[in-house]
């Protein structure tokens, strides 16, 4: 189950349930301890009927955002959670794949998504749009050094990103894994315990629907 107190993540579950979309909720308050570093826990996967299972990070924001009303498009993320999800692709390994889920709660007069794909939950609007995480990783830029943040241009989120739908209606193998990672990442070699600490994490995985 999600975070209570998390009205997006809460949001997006139901959307999940209500779409019968096969999905593990993921208890974030813990973090898994991964060789020598510590990565952010998934808050949800969920396993599409067409093959594989993505990988999902949830990010609540304002539609539009800011003081004014009138920042549209914010997809800020933390460079903990890009390289811990990251990370976690590559520790799953072939028929996983990363997934920033952006889950905008409309309070102006545009939404990020046309009327008829807005989700209603507990009287407020949201527009879930998804991105993978390998194509944020190379289009963010540094958003706050104070923070530790960064971002994707407007303009080219847009490109990138689509309906969660259209991702969870096709097989993950059609999205196949980059390989690469930013430098600023650092290593990325896996011990052979942390790659036998994901194959247990694959192994007892029981997506469900409720």
């Not at 510590?38 to 955002?65: E, M, Q, T």
């Not at 930013?182 to 290593?187: N, T, V």
């Amino acid at each position: 189950m999600a975070k209570r107190d998390n009205h997006y993540e809460l949001a997006f579950e139901e959307y999940l349930r209500l779409r019968k979309y096969p999905y593990v909720a993921v208890d974030e308050k813990r973090r898994s301890l991964v060789g020598a570093s510590s990565l952010k826990s998934l808050d949800f996967i969920i396993s599409p009927v067409l093959g594989g299972s993505w990988l999902v990070d949830v990010k609540g924001r304002h539609f539009p955002a800011g003081k004014t009303g009138k920042q549209y498009w914010k997809n800020w993320s933390t460079r903990d959670d890009l390289r811990s999800l990251w990370r976690w692709e590559r520790l799953f390994g072939e028929r996983f794949a990363g997934l920033f889920v952006f889950a905008y709660q409309v309070i102006g007069d545009r939404a990020p998504l046309p009327a008829e794909q807005l989700f209603e939950f507990r009287d407020a609007l949201y527009g879930f749009i998804g991105i993978r995480v390998t194509d944020y990783a190379r289009h963010c830029r540094p958003l706050s050094a104070a923070w530790n943040t960064i971002m994707v241009p407007s303009s080219e989120f847009r490109q990138l990103a689509a309906p969660v739908d259209w991702f969870f209606d096709q097989s993950v193998d059609l999205f196949p894994a980059d390989e690469s990672s930013p430098s600023w990442f650092g290593d990325e070699n896996f011990s052979r315990q942390e790659a036998e600490l994901a194959e247990k994490v694959r192994s007892n995985l029981l997506p469900t629907t409720a």
